[in-house]
């Protein structure tokens, strides 16, 4: 995760720790609806609950990590972006910000199933829902990264602070260092 004179990586390193938040829900749901039985549907989900808020926390320390990464690369002079793999695709948006949606449909319905199945109150803090709206719109002002050649192609969403940005590498950096990426949910409050 470094910039050089070849350029900027466009992934400080979080690809090896990021899970397909919407894929692994379905599939444990799924697990749990092949039971006809409601106790032992409820004994599934409460098997599954902590592992379903896991896979989000991980998923929502990245979209953190991406947009301290963006604010970061922003206050550097211009240079290639490496490595990617978006560039040159072409933008689909529904395809683009599906998973953004999908996790803002889950914080929606996965309260709801707490009480079902659990029979206690679950909230989501307004913050985290406003990370995901605020990650989709990034996606979308990007236009899935398929035009971002350079770091200063990228755009930002308004609503992020950039105090202080050219230090969030650093913060990047140490979080990485432990492989879990729902760390950095710790930095929210300093980009929203």
């Known amino acids: 995760m470094t910039t050089s004179i070849n350029g900027i990586e466009f992934d400080p ?17 799924m697990d749990i609806n092949r039971f006809k039985n409601l106790s032992q549907k409820k004994l599934k989900f409460m098997q599954y609950y902590k592992k379903m808020i896991e896979i989000l926390n991980n998923n929502l320390g990245f ?19 490496l490595s990617n793999h978006c560039l040159g695709l072409e933008y689909d ?30 909230k ?45 590498k650093t913060l990047i950096e140490k979080v990485l260092e432990k492989k879990d990426l729902s760390k950095l949910l710790e930095y929210l409050p300093i980009i929203l």
């Open 13 to 29: 390193g979080f690809a090896p720790y990021i899970l397909a938040f919407q894929g692994s829900v379905e599939y444990l749901y």
């Open 63 to 81: 979209y953190v990590g991406c947009l301290m990464w963006a604010l970061y690369i922003k206050t550097q002079p211009k240079q290639k972006l």
């Open 93 to 122: 948006e529904e395809a683009n910000i599906s998973e953004t949606k999908f996790i803002l449909q889950f914080m929606e319905k996965f309260p709801k199933d707490i009480k079902y199945y659990l029979g206690q109150d679950y």
């Open 124 to 168: 989501f803090d307004e913050n985290l829902i406003n990370l995901v709206k605020i990650y989709e719109e990034f996606l979308i002002i990007n236009k899935g990264f398929v035009n971002s050649e350079n770091n200063t192609d990228i755009e930002l969403p308004t609503s992020i602070k950039t105090e202080e940005a050219e230090n969030h």
